[in-house]
């Protein structure tokens, strides 16, 4: 199995609610991130965990909060989010951080609206 | 200041062409780069990775150079078809424990 799943694919949010971004990979990668991508941008990495431990945080604001419940599962939980964080998040996983081996394989995304 | 830019927004050319795509940076020393494909809505896809030491690498009608005098890289699509079409994005590794550093981004436009 090479695939990173998210889920949902989809996502529409009011200013005060909470809800979280999952993903899931069975790789046995030891890595895995958050990226923020906007429209015809880029990718932005949020956060990095290795070996279930927050190695990476690009300084994101406290509204967004990274858990690594285990090797395998990646969640992003969201409260009182702004129109400006509406965007596409993206989950990666690679085999390690930090290495040459760093390839990093993508999930399709959660598009994600804030109202 | 750090920069890592690719040398066009979008690139268009005829089936069948080679297509070229440029990344340059400035302060950085990777010790490796990347290309990866991004469809229109969907993650990127890894294509190629190059490390510092390696002048060239190929896979099937794909070739990347890597150029550490020049802080540059090249990517070549040979004998190019229209489901090349597609964001490419060049990205580097910082040094820091994972974190790669994307490129802005090339829209390649294959026409028949």
Partial sequence: DTEVTQTPKHLVMGMTNKKSLKCEQHMGHRAMYWYKQKAKKPPELMFVYSYEKLSINESVPSRFSP??????????HLHALQPEDSALYLCASSQLAGSSYNEQFFGPGTRLTVL | SQ?????????????GKTATLTCNYTNYSPAYLQWYRQDPGRGPVFLLLIRENEKEKRKERLKVTFDTTLKQSLFHIT?????DSATYLCALDDNQGGKLIFGQGTELSVKP
Avoid: D, G, V
């Avoid at chain 1, 419940?69 to 992003?76: D, E, F, I, V």
């Avoid at chain 2, 004998?79 to 489901?83: C, I, K, N, V, Y």
């Fill in chain 1, 67 to 76: 858990e690594c419940p285990n090797s395998s599962l990646l969640n992003l």
């Fill in chain 2, 3 to 15: 920069k890592i830019e690719q040398n066009s927004e979008a690139l268009n050319i005829q089936e």
């Fill in chain 2, 79 to 83: 004998a190019s078809q229209p489901a």
